[in-house]
């Protein structure tokens, strides 16, 4: 099942849930300490800081964050 809400796309296959939008505008909406794992490619120009924050609020204590900079290319 895949539905769009507000330019974020969410899919879920039994108990896994991928949402794939801006990490701004999903991570507030999320409940604390309930990922565990986080991929990430923030745009150019958006603070870092201010992802890594709402990424470590959502992240269980053991979980992970890809952060991906740079070229694509």
Do not use: K, N
């Amino acid at each position: 099942m895949v539905r769009s809400v507000r330019s974020v796309e969410t899919a879920t296959h039994g108990d896994v849930l991928i949402q794939c939008g801006d990490c701004l505008d999903v991570l507030p909406r999320t409940r604390a300490e309930s990922i565990d794992a986080v991929i990430t490619s923030p745009p150019y120009g958006m603070p870092l800081a201010r992802v890594l924050r709402a990424v470590h609020r959502v992240l269980v204590p053991e979980g992970t964050c890809w952060l991906l900079l740079g070229d694509a290319d």
